[in-house]
């Protein structure tokens, strides 16, 4: 008597009354399992296909390397980079030059000011700056010409600033912003930085610093 399990792996055993198509495996891992095949006729009248068909006038093309473009993070960087506010006025004005005009502060002034901001004498100005750009004026004070010339600068940077805002509201095309947001993002990066100085923090030099393309 034959033993089953001496029939190699995956002989199958004759169909019976199960169907034309089906047949059980007897040996292996799918012992016992049935399976349905296709017909014969299925495979004896399946068209040929060409496997070169498409393919005649295929040509092999290469691929072009194209030249790396300089990375987003430089322009935006570049673009952003903290400036003084001298600097970035001159950008505004696109060649115009501001004028300066330095006053000292009378003693009475400066006790009037401590009073109505509620500070302490010391901390009023000595000397105002004014600003002056085609007819319009902008001041600031401060202990010094120095400081009071950058504070007359920024208040001379947020009036410029809102004049070009406004434009958005006059003949405006469709796309078109004429806000000057990198002086923004400049300016407030400057005046964080010198922040962060003033409560002890050592700015890195690579905050500060704007690194040749070579590097990137």
């Known amino acids: 008597m034959d033993n089953a399990n001496t029939e190699p792996i995956g002989k199958r055993r004759p169909p019976s009354n199960r169907g034309r198509n089906q047949a059980t495996l007897i040996s292996g891992i799918w012992q016992g399992s049935t399976v349905n095949y296709p017909p014969l006729d299925s495979y004896n009248n399946k068209p040929k296909t060409d496997s070169t068909a498409g393919w005649t006038n295929f040509t092999e093309t290469k691929l072009q390397t194209q030249p790396a ?4 993070q430089f322009k935006l960087r570049k673009s952003i980079h903290p400036k003084q506010p001298q600097v970035l006025l001159n950008e505004l004005l696109a060649g115009k030059r501001p004028r300066f005009e330095y006053y000292d502060i009378p003693m009475k002034e400066r006790e009037r000011r401590a009073i109505n901001n509620k500070m302490e004498l010391d901390e009023v100005g000595i000397f105002d700056c004014a ?11 401060g202990p010094n010409k120095n400081e009071a010339k950058n504070s007359a600068t920024e208040a001379a940077i947020q009036g410029e600033i809102t004049k070009r805002c406004d434009q958005n509201y006059e003949n405006r095309k469709p796309g078109e912003d004429h806000c000057p947001w990198t002086v923004i993002a400049s300016l407030a990066l400057h005046k964080m930085y010198e922040s962060w100085k003033l409560q002890g923090y050592t700015v890195p ?12």
């Open 205 to 216: 030099q690579e905050l500060l610093s704007l690194p040749t393309e070579d590097v990137w």
């Open 69 to 72: 473009n300089k990375k987003p």
């Open 131 to 141: 600003c002056i750009i085609d007819g319009s004026e902008y001041y600031g004070e």
